[in-house]
């Protein structure tokens, strides 16, 4: 069956423009978490979603960072003014509840 | 902030050695998860470990949560070139969905 995809899988942006990252998670899953994920580092944890509902967003690193899910099934990760600390895998996630977590491929995001 | 440390980071083993990671918690846990992450590839889940002194075995691999739920380990016997790749432990507390991802083992295995 499908799992989860992400939309572009790579994107190169000029410092200060905004991009817009795409998430479809597996259909009926309620949970949907982005990450980020440095070069040697593990996934860090920007947000999470139960459904339309953002649960928690205490990962977002500054107010450029903003998620939505307005249907509970697709989200969008958008970051306004990148800049090069922003360069990153961006991945999500989706859970039916409490157990694993299903990751797409990411999206490499490298700001120039 | 909940914080959980992986040790080692790298680790270099001959085909057929065993090879063991370990993770720990600055927090009790409610769980623990294993995920596995080949070279280019995204996150994979191995498997999730609830109870205080769980011991579950997936064929070679072997996954111990402590009994004060505040750290845990997986084992690998015999290693294979296939098990190539980056193990990442992932916690979490109390009744958050917020998963807390170690910095990860890499395994490299020569053979």
């Known amino acids: 069956g499908a799992g989860v995809s992400q939309s572009p899988r790579y994107k190169v942006a000029k410092r200060g423009q905004d991009v817009a990252l795409r998430c479809d998670p597996i259909s009926g899953h309620v949970s949907l978490f982005w990450y980020q994920q440095a070069l040697g580092q593990g996934p860090e944890f920007l947000t999470y979603?139960?459904?339309?509902?953002?649960?928690?967003k205490s990962g977002l690193p500054s107010d450029r960072f903003f998620a939505e899910r307005p249907e509970g099934s697709v989200s969008t990760l958008k970051i306004q003014r990148t800049q090069q600390e922003d360069s990153a895998v961006y991945l999500c996630?989706?859970?039916?509840?409490?157990?694993?977590?299903?990751f797409g491929p990411g999206t490499r995001l490298t700001v120039t | 902030g909940q914080q959980v440390m992986q040790i080692p980071q790298y680790q270099h083993v001959q085909e057929g050695e065993d090879f063991t990671t370990y993770c720990n918690s600055s927090t009790t846990l409610s769980n623990i998860q294993w995920y596995k992450q080949r070279p280019g590839g995204h996150p994979v889940f191995l498997i999730q470990?609830?109870?205080?002194?769980e011991v579950k075995k997936q064929k070679r691999l072997t996954f111990q949560f402590g009994e004060a739920k505040k750290n845990s380990s997986l084992h690998i016997t015999a290693t294979q070139t296939t098990d190539v790749g980056t193990y990442f432990c992932a916690g979490r507390s109390g009744g958050y969905q917020k998963v807390t991802f170690g910095i990860g083992t890499k395994l490299q295995v020569i053979p």
């Open positions: 979603f139960q459904n339309e509902a953002q649960l928690d």
């Open positions: 996630a989706s859970s039916s509840g409490r157990d694993e977590q299903y």
């Open positions: 470990l609830v109870k205080s002194g």
